[in-house]
């Protein structure tokens, strides 16, 4: 079956950096893209980017450009999600998720568990 | 950005009753050239990632119960549980992936009355 398994929690100081990585399985990675979307504690969803499993193409929100990157490794069916310059409301669960279809326009499914990450001084 | 309105904000409904969820989009996710509405349903339980319930606007995934259904097209969308079950505890997202940025509903909480 389809699994998305993402990296333990971590807790980071603001301005650090952090590397989420979520490790793929069960189909072929390069069929398709991942999303990233993080969740606020207690709050709604926010999609950040997404990455093809074909060529690496990316596409980010805006408001994260510039401190957002997302790459994938194929040799492990992996991708992964760096934020820098992280700051306090940077505090969320942070999913990534395989995307139907052959680019950014698709529905979400299945969502790896989720990777708390904590910005606290 | 095409901005995800959902109704009510939460909703409480007595076991085996029906549960009904709006969305509305600020400008229309069908496309015309497949007649495709790009939107989805996902359902969140405390704890745990989304779960796609219907592509599509009406498609339903497997295994998703019956009770399940998503109908609407263009800017108007439904969810509705036709008869709840204690398990459906949970929060409810649209999600429109017809353009970039992909954006969601602020959420709809259901619980039981």
């Known amino acids: 079956q389809v699994q998305l398994v993402q990296s333990g929690g971590e807790v980071k100081k603001p301005g650090a950096s952090v590397k989420v990585s979520c490790k793929t399985s069960?189909?072929?990675?390069?069929?398709?893209?991942i999303s990233w979307v993080r969740q606020a504690p207690g709050l709604g969803l926010e999609w950040m980017g997404w990455?093809?499993?074909?060529?690496?193409?990316?596409n980010y929100v805006q408001k994260l450009q510039g401190r957002v990157t997302m790459t994938t490794d194929t040799s492990t069916t992996t991708a992964y999600m760096e934020l820098r310059s992280l700051r306090s409301d940077d505090t969320a669960i942070y999913y990534c998720?395989?995307?139907?279809?052959?680019?950014?326009?698709?529905?979400?499914?299945?969502w790896g568990q989720g990777t708390l990450v904590t910005v606290s001084s | 950005d095409i901005v995800m309105t959902q109704s009510p904000d939460s909703l409480a409904v007595s076991l085996g009753e029906r549960a009904t969820i709006n969305c509305k989009s600020s400008?229309?996710?069908?496309?015309?050239?497949?007649?495709?509405?790009?939107l989805g349903w996902y359902q969140q339980k405390p704890g745990q990632p989304p779960k796609l319930l219907i592509h599509?606007?009406?498609t339903r995934e497997p295994g998703v119960p019956d009770r399940f259904s998503g109908s609407g097209s263009g800017t108007d969308f439904t969810l509705t549980i036709s008869t709840l079950q204690a398990e459906d505890v949970a929060v409810y997202y649209c999600?429109?992936?017809?353009?970039?940025?992909?954006?969601f509903g602020q959420g709809t909480k259901v619980e039981i009355k």
């Open positions: 998720a395989r995307v139907a279809g052959a680019n950014e326009h698709g529905w979400f499914d299945p």
């Open positions: 069960g189909y072929t990675f390069s069929s398709y893209g």
């Open positions: 990455i093809s499993g074909y060529n690496g193409k990316t």
């Open positions: 400008q229309s996710v069908l496309y015309s050239s497949n007649k495709k509405n790009y």
């Open positions: 599509w606007a009406s």
């Open positions: 999600h429109q992936y017809y353009s970039t940025p992909p954006t």
